[in-house]
């Protein structure tokens, strides 16, 4: 089998499949029905190709295949994505979740892969599945473990693959076999506070017996480390761990462990040692055959918070920091010497630390949601991917369909590479925005809520301090800005450009909408019909010197800029608008998504919507108490002016025909682990880019 057969073209060396699994519902990894079973969507007309998403949120999501060279495991959202990093378009996305995945885990063979998630928000009890995935075989997820609530912790395979460990928030162990998912231990582990005091789990041999297999393993209990043995009891018929505390100095070793590994001996005969990241910073060390505590080495600064051990190298380990630092140590029992670290510091704490399976190469992800790639030799740093670690606030797709820019939060804005996915720039925050941070939030970082394209080759941002700054997309330099362009947080931009007029249209929390001259950047109009914030504003696609706005106060107004006054006006109870576009056809529609669930078509000349359509139930994703459908957060009408793309709390993308007499959904898409915030299409009309509430960025392939 080789690399086509999983990713799709090309060749290479031989590589195993990883299947698709489906999600709790039935649903496939990239698209899936519509809820309305009348609507019939084709499934293949929307594809998932891409997704920018790893958060590092969580430690050790980040994972190489122990035998596939060159293949990378990461948790991004709800997906389990497996790539070539070599070749950020091949990308297998595997779904099996409902909440984002915090735990990863990979048999010593890489045959068998385990997920685990955070405690699910649509179930009673928040729990947290596990998922083993069977990597190279026909059939989907292998196995679906329960029992694990509040969100998963750590998992781990024992050495020969016949069980794997898992914990979570709720201090429950759990002990599977691995083949039948049968539970062979289970026991809590709670302080007195009743949360988990199980920092770690580590595997660190096998002793084989007359009938039963017998493991050892080492735990961290709250400040305690304790060796451990997982054994048949034969009398009670039941697999069973019996603890030993670890000795440690008469005067007492009080430590806060984030991670650990085992050493490999050089020699059958050599001493195993296990190694402790401690919240200082430093490497605690443990003989593990007489179990007493041998060395603490200061390693860095925030904490040492990943540890990477290789058969490769016996007495060498890797040290993550939360400085940003990777080190690597040699040595043995209480001597230890830094060998060489990675210069420059990566760009945030080092979370993950993994080895490709050739050997040559470490991978280390950070908090920043960065993966770099680094030398064993030398350990030089080379940046794999970036992502977005808050919640996504704003795309827009630029005028060719080469680039995007997406913004987020935590005050992130990038303009991204759609052929490499790679950051082509990373404007900095408006220096008057980030002084006023979130629209009067008392010093909350700025964030970038809105985004349009000026022209080719520039992005304007709509900052929450009230701010409006006009960047180049390819170097990230500022152009130029209106530090004040509103009291409150400019929630909405739209820019229009052409021979006959120029003008950037703003909105703001403040419900006031303004048009600034994109020449001189002075005032030109302003209106303040809005009771509450401003959510949308768009310029009509017919007559440039007419604007349109959406507010939370469930209005929308046109303006003609000739006259300086409100030319239209629709409204709905009970909810506010959240989003709106235009049709290119019929009678230039409004089309309006809402709080209620709703899109709906707005004619000029008439009162009422002459088009509704329902977002998907409220049993799904996003829905709100009391059977409330979810919110449609973006909508948008593609290029042509054919389809209308629309998403919101449910966190699914859904096109329709708006050719259709009732805008017949055609393709649904489901790749969040939570609401969708924003979306764009593509130039071309080929792809929808799409952002997150769960911090992903979706690009899909769209064959209408």
Same mark, same amino acid.
């Given at each position: 089998m080789h690399r086509s057969d999983l990713f799709g073209g090309g060749s290479g060396p031989s590589h195993h499949i990883l299947q698709s699994c489906s999600s709790p519902d039935g649903v496939p990894a990239a698209t899936a029905p519509a809820s309305d079973p009348d609507s019939g969507p084709a499934d293949d007309l929307l594809e998932l190709e891409h997704v920018i998403g790893y958060t590092g949120h969580n430690a050790r999501t980040v994972l190489a295949h122990p035998t596939d060279a060159g293949v990378l495991l990461t948790a991004m959202g709800s997906l389990l994505v497996v790539s070539l990093v070599s070749d950020p378009h091949r990308q297998e996305l595997l779904r099996g979740h409902d909440e984002e995945i915090s735990a990863l885990a990979s048999s010593p063979s890489g045959d068998l892969i385990a997920t685990g998630q955070a405690g699910s928000t649509r179930a009673k009890g928040s729990p947290s599945p596990v998922i083993v995935w069977a990597y190279g075989s026909p059939t989907k997820a292998r196995l679906k473990l329960a029992g694990l609530t509040?969100?998963? $912790?750590?998992?781990? +395979?024992?050495?020969? &693959? #016949? +069980?794997?460990?898992g914990s979570a928030n709720d201090g429950m162990l759990y002990i599977w076999d691995a083949a039948t998912g049968e539970v062979a231990f289970c026991r809590p582990y709670v302080r007195r506070d009743g949360a988990s005091a199980l920092r770690f789990f580590q595997w660190c041999g096998v002793d084989a %017996?007359?009938?039963?297999? &017998?493991?050892?393993?080492?735990? =961290?209990?709250?400040?305690?480390?304790?060796? *451990?043995? +997982?054994? +048949?009891? *034969? &009398?009670?018929?039941?697999?069973?761990?019996?603890?030993?505390?670890?000795?440690?100095?008469?005067?007492?070793? #009080?430590?806060?462990?984030? =991670?650990?590994?085992? @050493?490999?001996?050089? $020699?059958? *005969? %050599? *001493?195993?040692?296990?190694? =402790?990241? @401690?919240?200082? %910073?430093?490497l605690v060390v443990y003989s593990v055959g007489p179990r007493v505590y041998r060395a603490s080495i200061p390693v860095c600064a925030g904490g040492l918070l990943s540890l990477l051990t290789d058969a490769e190298e016996p007495g060498v380990v890797y040290c993550g920091g939360g400085d940003g630092s990777v080190r690597k140590l040699r040595g043995a029992d209480m001597e230890w010497r830094l060998d060489c670290e990675a210069a420059p510091l990566l760009d945030g704490a080092v979370i993950s630390l993994t080895a490709d399976a050739e050997g040559a190469e470490l991978i280390a992800a950070t908090r920043a949601g960065s993966v770099y790639r680094l030398l064993r030799g030398d350990l030089t740093p080379v940046l794999v991917s970036a992502a977005h670690t808050a919640r996504v606030t704003a795309v827009a797709a630029g005028p060719r369909a080469e680039a995007f820019a997406a913004a987020s939060a935590d005050g992130a804005l990038r303009v991204w590479d759609l052929c490499s996915y790679g950051v082509v720039s990373a404007p900095r925050a408006l220096a008057a925005a980030a002084r006023g941070g979130g629209g009067g939030g008392g010093g909350a970082r700025a964030a970038a809520l809105s985004l349009a394209w000026l022209g080719g080759g520039a992005v304007v941002a709509g900052w929450s301090g009230g701010g409006v700054a006009c960047y180049d997309a390819a170097s990230g330099a500022e152009l130029w800005a209106i530090a004040t362009a509103h009291r409150g947080a400019v929630t909405a931009v739209a820019v229009q450009l052409d021979a006959a007029v120029a003008y950037l249209l703003t909105g703001s929390e403040d419900g006031e909408v303004r048009v600034w001259s994109l020449r001189t950047r002075a005032l030109m109009a302003q209106f303040a019909e809005h009771k509450r914030g401003v959510s949308a504003v768009a310029v009509d696609v017919a007559l440039p010197h007419r604007v349109h706005s959406a507010g939370l106060d469930g209005t929308t107004f046109t303006y003609d800029l000739r006259k300086e006054q409100r030319v239209g006006t629709h409204a709905i109870r009970g909810g506010g608008f959240l989003s709106l576009t235009q049709r290119r056809d019929s009678e230039h529609e409004l089309i309006t998504g809402d709080a209620l669930g709703d899109v709906l078509a707005w004619d000029c000349d008439a009162r009422d919507p002459v088009m509704a359509a329902r977002s998907s139930s409220a049993q799904q994703r996003g829905g709100g108490s009391g059977g409330a459908p979810p919110r449609v957060r973006c909508v948008a009408v593609s290029p042509s002016g054919r389809f209308l793309a629309a998403s919101g709390d449910d966190g699914v993308v859904k096109v329709m025909d708006l050719g259709d007499e009732h805008w017949r959904v055609v393709a649904c898409g489901h790749g969040h682990s939570d609401g969708v915030a924003a979306l764009a299409w593509s130039c071309d009309e080929k792809q929808i880019i799409s952002g997150g509430v769960d911090c992903s960025i979706c690009v899909w392939n769209f064959y209408g």
């Open positions: 509040q969100g998963v $912790t750590l998992l781990a +395979f024992s050495p020969d &693959a #016949q +069980f794997l460990a %017996g007359a009938r039963r297999r &017998a493991y050892r393993a080492l735990l =961290c209990l709250g400040a305690d480390v304790v060796a *451990a043995d +997982f054994a +048949f009891d *034969a &009398a009670r018929r039941q697999w069973d761990v019996r603890t030993a505390p670890m000795a440690v100095p008469a005067t007492g070793l #009080q430590r806060t462990y984030l =991670c650990s590994a085992v @050493t490999t001996p050089e $020699t059958a *005969a %050599g *001493a195993s040692y296990l190694l =402790c990241g @401690t919240e200082v %910073g430093d």
